[in-house]
């Protein structure tokens, strides 16, 4: 099997080359932009609080589709697995997706919907400060095609489940392309799970948000020992609504970009995440909206909670563009400190180049307050259960706000017992 | 029911309670007035464990426990309410699950079975009648956004659920208009029986004309300068806290 160090990107490149894989002309463009900015280091800007040294320093094998899984117990009625990266059709059940639904592996798109992947790859995905997306651009094998046709709705959730398999360190980089048409409706749920190897994860998703289409889409993420490098990069056509949530129930390390570019008047965005990191855990969201026409709303809410020995990073990024004239937009982040040695940097950040808008962005990082633990005490509630109670309150906030009443449940399955184990000091990678 | 010998607390270099000694038998009101600053809320908040205080005391008992070796909680599941001079705002949790959580927590000390939330709920229904609360404050989260005199009835609502031993109240007449302050004495009276006991902090004598206190106590600079019957409140809203001070070398009359 292939052996595969991230810094001999050149070589192995030159070594695919001879297999004459998909994309030629993509892939060389993708090593180039890679070429040209470089892997991060201690120096990139983007990459100041995460440190991906060790990813950078292992030698991993290249995924393959057939490694042995333990699929969790999942009562999703649309169900897509994803093993090592490649779809597994076999694990899946897809039979009930309605009519104008097309999920196939990346590699079956390419040779029955030809148009559309070259109409999206790599047209969405940003290269220029993201080189991991780069790095997937340059190597991918495979990944998921979904197109949901206009006018199509997909109320009840359809869920993709990525998992990775039992063996040897493994690199997977899968590309996935969803393209929600005109008036469609979709609501999306993918889940990463990570299993006990040291597989590093560098996933690419482009999507689309078509006329007056809604996608709600949530990502949710405990990788254990695993790590993630997931970039989101969407865009957002006229009138249309994309709401996002991301939530982290912790990882050896988890980063996210998530950029949302609302293209086109009257299009909304909501990015609204919830990080949970423990000891040995590190999960960096970097979220960035891109208003790049008049009249769009964008809103996000991230709150971290870090228990004893985590470490969070948020960095939300808001850039109104001279064409962004009537925007409304605001980034918060709010973090929940539960033991003293815990670390978070935040960084709201705001560029607006338009005179008529309405932005607003800011953080907090406190404490439990011991006002409010007294009050709950003071009426019986034990110590335990009062924080119990507090961590919950804070995180669910953020359940509150997603009005899909089906993913929020199956977020909250999960989120809840996550958020009991970290208020009672439990969480760990 | 509550017995204090020479309790002192400070915080830091500052000594705010300097020598506190008072017993509450079973079935006593009591009230405890005094001026600003004088240390009612810091012996409220002591007594219901609030930490922060450097403490000594040579008794300080409830129902026979030495209360310092008591938590919060515990002395809540014993019986022990204080209703908040300030009560606190806690966004994100629903009066009803804090009730609940509240009730359970005090059953299981029992060793009763918790309350599912539809008894649960009938059961509050009937109380907030009482405190005149409307059924929607339920959902809603606990204190947050609550006009002043709502959170004073929310506490009221608290201890009716709770029925506690002691409840100590805590200015909770304080910024009420006239109807709900008969609301909230309606409830501190049917609370009152030969087995509980009540202590009230107040500034004012129109909640003891509702609530006719056993005994009267004046806190003044962390010490019980004075206790009378409660003529001894009716006198003071007369002459005000000067006049103590011209007496102050007189014996307490206990
Ligand atoms: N944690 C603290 N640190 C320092 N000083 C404190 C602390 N808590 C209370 N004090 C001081 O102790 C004194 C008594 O405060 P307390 O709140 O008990 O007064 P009070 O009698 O309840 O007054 P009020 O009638 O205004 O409610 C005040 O001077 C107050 O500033
Ligand atoms: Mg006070």
């Known amino acids: 099997m292939n052996a595969f160090a991230i810094p001999d990107f050149e070589r192995q490149f030159d070594v695919r080359r001879e297999q004459a894989p998909a994309f030629p002309d993509y892939r060389q463009k993708s090593l180039d932009d890679l070429r040209q900015q470089g892997l991060p280091g201690a120096k990139t800007e983007d990459w100041k609080y995460t440190s991906v040294r060790e990813v950078l320093g292992e030698t991993f094998v290249e995924a393959t589709p057939a490694a042995p899984v333990a699929v969790p117990e999942c009562a999703a009625r649309h169900l897509a697995v994803m093993v090592n990266g490649y779809l597994n059709t076999d694990l899946s059940r897809l039979e009930d997706l309605p009519e104008g639904v097309t999920l196939c592996s990346l590699a079956a798109a390419r040779d029955n919907h030809r148009d559309q992947v070259d109409a999206m790859l790599g047209r969405v995905v940003r290269h220029d400060r993201h080189p991991f997306a780069a790095l997937n651009g340059a190597f991918f094998r495979d990944g998921l095609f979904l197109d949901v046709a206009p006018g199509t709705q997909v109320q009840e959730p359809l869920v993709v489940l990525w998992l990775s398999g039992a063996g040897d360190a493994a690199l997977i980089q899968p590309r996935v392309l969803v393209r929600v048409g005109e008036g469609a409706e979709l609501a999306l749920m993918e889940q990463h799970r990570g299993s006990a190897a040291g597989h590093f994860t560098n996933q690419v998703s482009e999507i689309l948000v078509g006329d007056n289409a809604g996608l709600t889409q949530v990502q949710l993420q405990d990788t254990g020992k695993e790590q993630l490098v997931c970039g989101t990069h969407v865009r957002c056509s006229r009138d249309s609504r994309y709401r996002a949530q991301t939530i982290d129930l912790g990882g050896k390390l988890i980063r996210n970009d998530l950029a949302i570019s609302l293209d086109q008047p009257g299009a909304e965005a909501d990015a609204d995440g919830v990080f949970l990191a423990g000891r040995d855990q590190h999960v960096d969201n970097h979220l960035r909206v891109d208003h790049r026409a008049p009249n769009c709303d964008s809103s996000a809410l991230y709150k971290g909670l870090l228990g004893g020995g985590g470490r969070g990073v948020f960095n939300g990024k808001l850039i109104v563009h001279p064409e962004g004239q009537k925007t409304r937009a605001e980034q918060t982040n709010h973090n929940l400190l539960l033991a003293r040695d815990v670390e978070i940097d935040t960084k709201p950040e705001l560029e607006i180049y338009a005179d008529d808008v309405k932005c607003s962005h800011g953080s907090t990082s406190g404490e439990l307050d011991p006002d409010q633990l007294f009050y709950l005490r003071s009426r019986g509630i034990d110590s335990p259960e009062a924080r119990a109670l507090l961590v919950r309150s804070f995180a669910l906030e953020i359940s509150e706000r997603m009005n899909h009443s089906r993913l929020r449940d199956l977020v909250g399955e999960q989120l809840e017992p996550a958020l009991d184990r970290l208020a009672r000091n439990e969480l760990e990678g | ?254």
């Open chain 2, 1 to 254: 029911m509550l017995s204090i010998r020479n309790l002192r607390a400070r915080v830091g270099e500052t000594e705010i309670l300097k020598g506190i000694s008072l017993e509450v038998n079973p079935g006593e009101v009591h009230a405890v007035m005094g001026p600003n600053g004088s240390g009612k809320s810091t012996l409220a908040r002591i007594l219901s464990g609030r930490e922060g205080y450097e403490i000594t005391a040579d008794k300080l008992e409830y129902m026979g426990h030495d209360l310092l070796e008591m938590t919060p909680e515990e002395r809540a599941r014993e019986g022990l309410f204080m209703a908040f001079q300030y009560p606190v705002e806690i966004p994100g949790i629903s009066n009803i699950q804090f009730l609940r959580t509240a009730y359970n927590s005090v059953r299981k000390h029992r060793g009763e079975e918790p309350l599912d939330s539809v008894d649960f709920l009938a059961m509050v229904k009937s109380r907030l009648k009482e405190v005149d609360i409307d059924q929607s404050f339920l959902r809603r989260s606990v204190n947050t956004d609550f006009s002043g005199g709502e959170k004073k009835r929310n506490e009221m609502l608290q201890m009716l659920v709770l029925e506690p031993r002691l409840a100590i109240l805590d200015e909770t007449d304080s910024g009420l208009d006239i109807d709900a302050l008969a609301t909230v004495a309606g409830s501190i009276n049917s609370l009152r029986s030969e087995d509980r006991s009540i202590v009230m902090v107040t500034h004012y004598q129109r909640l003891l004309d509702y609530v006719v206190p056993d005994h009267v106590h004046i806190l003044a600079d962390g010490r019980i300068v004075k206790s009378g019957k409660a003529d001894l409140a009716q006198k003071l809203e007369k002459k005000g806290y000067g006049w103590l001070a011209e007496h102050a070398g007189e014996e307490a009359e206990a």
